[in-house]
């Protein structure tokens, strides 16, 4: 299953697949298929490792590619990049206490765009901004340990326009809401 992105940088390919249990196996599979597709090897030749800190680490055809992975209830997402780090961050929609979460860890300017939103609209609006953050994040290596790249300030979703981060505008961030799931991927501003 593929997902269409507007305006994608030269050599990012992202990948999304239904996933049983945690997904990790679905998503380390869908991972091996693309970077297979996009090297034009056999599944077999593509060798995933892990990183330290848990990331993906493609070694052999792909060595010096960057890679990321996210996986929710029954749905998995792959980006891979041959030009530089790469984030994505998939999550199911679900009820939760937007407003309360975002004043918690969110910059305040981030509180204040979602109280603009429609009541309707919060928890889908907080979620946007976190898969947003958390695509960052990957991109960066660090994850959201600790929770101090919450604080960063992405730009306000507006699917499908990839923009710059407030906070580090060589950083793109775009969104799509798919059925029942939210999709957030990062990339370096190409030429950077």
């Keep these: 299953m593929g997902v269409v992105l507007t305006a994608v ?12 249990g945690d997904g990790r196996a679905t ?3 869908l991972l091996a298929r693309t970077v297979a597709a996009m090297a034009g ?21 792909a060595a010096g590619w960057h890679a990321s992975v ?38 305040p300017e981030d509180t204040d765009w979602l109280r603009e939103q429609p009541v309707e609209r919060l928890g889908v609006g907080f979620q946007s901004l976190w898969t947003g953050k958390e695509a960052v994040a990957k991109l960066y290596g660090t994850g ?16 499908p326009a990839w923009r710059s981060t407030i906070d580090d505008p060589d950083i793109l961030v775009t969104h799509r809401e798919l059925p029942g799931h939210l999709l957030a991927v990062a990339h370096p501003r190409v030429g950077h």
């Design 70 to 107: 996210s996986h929710t209830r029954g749905l998995v997402a792959v980006a891979v990049s041959r030009l530089g780090p790469v984030g994505v961050d998939v999550e199911a929609v679900r009820p939760l206490p937007a407003l309360a979460l975002s004043r918690r860890w969110f910059a």
């Design 144 to 159: 959201l340990r600790g929770g101090r790249l919450l604080r960063l300030r992405t730009a306000p979703p507006q699917p």
């Design 9 to 20: 940088p030269p050599d990012l390919v992202v990948r999304l697949g239904h996933g049983a």
């Design 27 to 29: 998503a380390r599979a």
């Design 41 to 61: 090897v056999p599944v077999g030749a593509v060798v995933v490792d892990r990183a330290a800190g848990g990331a993906p680490l493609l070694r052999g055809v």
